[in-house]
């Protein structure tokens, strides 16, 4: 599978405290709109990331991970319940 560019359209802003920070805006798969959103103001821009084209299959595989700890989680529970 290919990977994929993706691009996080951000935006600095300041905080309740005056501090400035990044505020994501949007997301988008093409760099030709992510230019278009920077190019509009000086506090707009983009990042870059890439994201496998599996990225689905590795998802499902930590879902059945964290499915699989619950579980022995209530076995656990149960197994001590039952000893007392």
């Known amino acids: ?3 994929y560019q993706v691009f996080v ?3 600095l802003v300041l905080d309740g405290e005056g501090q400035v920070k990044n505020k994501i805006a949007g997301v988008t798969f093409d ?15 983009f990042e870059t990331f890439t994201v496998l ?5 590795g998802a499902e595989q ?3 991970i964290a ?5 022995r989680a209530i076995v656990r529970s149960l197994q001590d ?3 007392r």
């Open 1 to 3: 599978m290919d990977d």
């Open 9 to 11: 359209l951000t935006r």
């Open 31 to 45: 760099v030709l709109e992510a230019e278009s959103y920077r190019d509009k103001d000086v506090t707009n821009d």
């Open 53 to 57: 084209g599996d990225w689905r299959e």
């Open 62 to 64: 930590t879902n059945l």
């Open 67 to 71: 499915s699989m700890r619950d579980f």
């Open 81 to 83: 319940q039952a000893l």
